[in-house]
């Protein structure tokens, strides 16, 4: 397998890796709360950094394969899906209602991946470019991470003190800012929004 990697394929595998080391942070934050939590937030950027490279470079050096734009899609789902759920619930987003909210927005990510994937031949033009995406792009999950981002810097993360509170709804409790997952998630698999691809 390692031979049939490009130079692309090693970016790919660098944004995966900083996705993993983001929620690898979290987790020893949880357990241990040492551990610097600003460079789980630093790490999705510059997965988002070298998400964007690997097209380039495969553009640059004219190699690509069916394994890159695969493993491409893994990676996003790492960086972009499941590491800021990761963050969110780190950050106080920890009530029943919250999971399946978070759980909800991972598998939006997911299958807004998978379609993508699935009918990109479709969506190419002469030049076997994609014109324009169905759905919001799973790297717009940067938004989230920074709205939680400012939450830490004003003293807005921890169960209690997210904005919006916290309320009981039946048999589990429930934060309103965890709406915003579901609101992203949401629009990654509408098959209404199309964005211009750049």
Partial sequence: MLRSLT??????????????LSIFVCLQWLDEGRVPLWAAFALL????????????????TRRSSTLGGDLDSLADVISFG???????????LRGGWDSLVLAYFVVCGVARLARYNATSAA????????????GTPIPTSLVLVAVLGVAVLTGNAGHHRLWGGVMRLGPA????????????????VSARLRIPKP
């Fill in 7 to 20: 130079l692309a394929d090693a970016f790919t595998i660098a944004n995966a890796t900083c996705g993993t």
């Fill in 173 to 188: 409790t429930f934060h309103p800012l965890v709406l915003m997952y579901a609101a992203s998630g949401t629009a990654m």
């Fill in 45 to 60: 950027p510059t997965a988002f950094v070298l998400d964007a490279l690997d097209g380039r470079i495969a553009r640059w």
């Fill in 123 to 134: 969506l190419s033009d002469e030049a076997g470019k994609v014109r324009y995406f169905e």
């Fill in 82 to 92: 499941v590491a800021p759920a990761v963050l969110g619930f780190t950050l106080g």
